[in-house]
């Protein structure tokens, strides 16, 4: 009889893992079922925003691969509009309920179990309270509802969204390109906390060019309604009028199933794994994507950081190794990169306050460069903003704020971090050069070289 | 009394010596002469291909410092117009003639001396023969008389191009864009080979499409003038109209004053120098730029790699050692990009010619992907092909062929490859991920799972 494996969410992860794992092992030798609650599979959860605003035309370009095609060419049995309501690690058996079928009760048993039901924006009480208007942009499903809330007769004319994390700032763009006026509501003192205050402010500015109204340094505390549906976000300081609130307070682990199973959770709320993406202590368990705590290569300590890429390559591990292959997931650093209109936001390993953390003393250089020879057309600015250790001297975050063809100038930063890099060997690193594509110093080895004056070594 | 410094050569590299020297020293401390031939001082001599094609619009737009500035700024005591034609050891002098006062002879005393000439076109017979109408391609004055040339009247039609490296391809489609027809003859089975010939027959098939004229297996034999004048180009398969002929068969070192006075030229030709750009045995000698050779770090082997970018970061390490600091130069490992119309190349570490001759044993592995995510407005494909050593597992080269957003996927690339990551590790890696900028795969980490797949390490 064939080994069986359920996977518990359909989207990046849990597909990555099957299919890897159906790859390497036959539907003869293991069978494959899995649920997911909503209605799609293996979609772009990052590209929602895009879509929403009008860049992407239509909703099912987001989507990879979809069920059917799951089920015809990967012989994998997945079964939509399915939420699994409890694990069942004794008897080793999941139970879902059909959720277009009058909650009708499945129960898989299974060998390997693949956890991957992602994340859930961060919820205030004011969100749960049944308003209609307000959404998440967590799922395609989440996205759906906003963009058929966008449709409705009278247009939603003002958007509010709430917290200036990345989907934050995407959304109130996407909204402003929808014809929307939008405010950005953002507790702390300034959105893109993403990055260090210095390197935000180049981004606050750019939102507001764009239209957008930031407010900083205020809290939400309600909604007001006529019939349900909200008219207005109150605030500490007044009411914002609002025909839809968007979700932008991050995302936390969706682990209350797995939390009833007794699988562990990490201090950051993540369930914890080991390096093949195994649930420690949970033979046969493994979980992967938006789900799951990682550790930063750079302090050590677990982190959450939910990212499709990351999702990506986990299941790819946990997949592999399922199929009898061998792989692990060598852990984060944090990078992460973001349009704002015509600004590209990148990072890589630790902000400021995240090295002040940490313990490390450090270093910080700031550059201002360009994308392209000064001379050449289209030359953009960039500043580039490196973190370097103290008496090491080895870098420890990178930031870049820019217009064109800078925000993939993180990647040889992270890179050079994930080696353990200093900031002085990476000044004679060979980059390429050409007039079209960088000044002779790229402005990556120029904010390298800056780095070495700060630290003060020469 | 101030020690005395003498740079021969005002380009990027001695330049960029002087410039950090000064930084170190006052000119209490450290006197500074440095001798150019030309009349500009560090310009961009990469840029030319750009001005002479019209995208750049000024030729004083590839300048980046003027003697005047140097003189002024720098206390530099630039003498452009001089050209160095005696180097005495012994002395500790150099003899230098000033080319607009009849030659009158110049001796400058110096106790340090910057050896920076750079490096001349690869001339065969026939273009020393004294027709007009042929020109390099290597300094600003080379590029300043070939866009004259251009502005005769009757204006050149008909342009050729001989030997298809980067500036060869570069300079033919410089004349395309103005309006000339252009052939490209190179004498190899296909021009690009600067990437393995699978990449390079993507480089020939836009040239192509371009209207450029690409003629390959032909050897250039001689040229047909009137009065002088080049009209045509023979080859040992008919001859080609021509009214103006440029040389692209590469550059070696200008070694010519270097070898008279005794200073040691390595296997490439270059000038040998140790990690700080001593001159090996020439106390007080320093070389720097496109006239040294350099170390390979994948190869060890020594390698002249003319490139701006070497050229300046070596005039940094000579100029911050000459003012009593410590830097190094770490050696190279091959990186270059170029443009071909909309057509980005790039290319890191060996060719596969290269690694079969270092003796390696390798896997190639070559994808295609996307530049953005495959839904977002403007994904482009590239091409991107990795060479992994059997066994280690290790990066050896990588080579891209694409159109936006491709060129500079060669950094991580060439980062990793600086750190003899393994492509299995490299699939690992924490790069910058979000719609506009990648799929959730990039292409680089794309490449890495193929070239593990290829190894079967798995």
């Not at 518990?8 to 893992?17: F, N, R």
């Not at 879509?51 to 069920?67: K, N, Q, S, Y």
């Not at 990490?266 to 202590?281: E, H, N, Q, S």
């Not at 001297?393 to 040889?412: F, H, M, N, T, Y």
Request: aromatic share 6%; hydrophobic share 45%; glycine share 12%.
């Amino acid at each position: 009889m064939a080994e069986r494996l359920v996977v518990i969410g359909g989207d990046a992860a849990g597909m990555s893992a099957a299919s890897q794992a159906r790859r390497r092992r036959t539907a003869d030798d293991l069978s494959i079922v899995a649920f997911e609650k909503g209605r799609f599979t293996s979609y772009s959860a990052c590209g929602i925003p895009y879509w929403v605003g009008g860049l992407v035309d239509e909703r099912d370009e987001l989507i990879a691969r979809r069920p059917e095609v799951f089920r015809a060419d990967y012989a994998i049995d997945v079964r939509t509009r399915h939420e699994v309501v409890d694990i069942d690690l004794d008897r080793r058996e999941v139970v879902a309920v059909a959720l277009d079928e009058g909650r009708r009760e499945v129960r898989e048993p299974f060998d390997q179990l693949v956890y991957a039901i992602g994340a859930l924006p961060v919820q205030p009480h004011w969100a749960k309270e049944g308003v209609s208007g307000v959404f998440g942009v967590q799922t395609l499903d989440d996205g759906d509802a906003l963009h058929a809330w966008l449709l409705r007769d009278p247009k939603p004319r003002h958007a509010v969204v709430v917290g200036g994390g990345y989907i934050g700032v995407e959304m109130a763009e996407a909204m402003v390109n929808r014809g929307l006026t939008a405010t950005l509501v953002e507790r702390g003192p300034q959105p893109m906390s993403t990055v260090d205050p210095d390197m935000g402010a180049l981004v606050t500015d750019k939102l507001r060019t764009l239209g957008i109204d930031v407010r900083t340094g205020l809290a939400v505390t309600g909604l007001d309604h006529r019939d349900g549906v909200v008219t207005a976000v109150r605030t500490d300081d007044g009411t914002i009028p609002a025909d839809i609130v968007v979700l932008g307070l991050g995302i936390r682990p969706n682990t209350a199933l797995a939390r009833d199973a007794g699988l562990p959770l990490g201090p950051t709320g993540g369930i914890r794994v080991d390096l093949r993406m195994r649930v420690i202590g949970a033979p046969g368990v493994w979980a992967v994507g938006d789900c799951v705590e990682s550790v930063h290569r750079v302090t050590g300590q677990p982190v959450h950081i939910p990212l499709g890429t990351h999702a990506n390559k986990q299941g790819r591990v946990a997949g592999i190794n399922i199929g009898g292959g061998y792989a692990t997931f060598p852990g984060v650093i944090g990078t992460a990169v973001t349009r704002v209109c015509d600004l590209e936001v990148a990072r890589t390993g630790l902000l400021s306050v995240e090295a002040d953390a940490a313990g490390y003393a450090f270093v910080t250089a700031t550059v201002e460069s360009t994308n392209r020879a000064g001379y050449f057309p289209g030359a953009d600015f960039m500043t580039i903003k490196l973190l370097a250790e103290r008496g090491t001297g080895r870098l420890l975050g990178a930031q870049i704020v820019g217009r064109s063809e800078a925000a993939k100038r993180i990647d040889p930063l992270a890179v050079a971090l994930w080696n353990g890099m200093t900031v002085e060997d990476m000044v004679g690193l060979d980059l390429g050069y050409a007039p079209p594509y960088a000044p002779v110093w790229d402005p990556v080895l120029i904010a390298a070289r800056k780095a070495v004056e700060a630290l003060g070594v020469l």
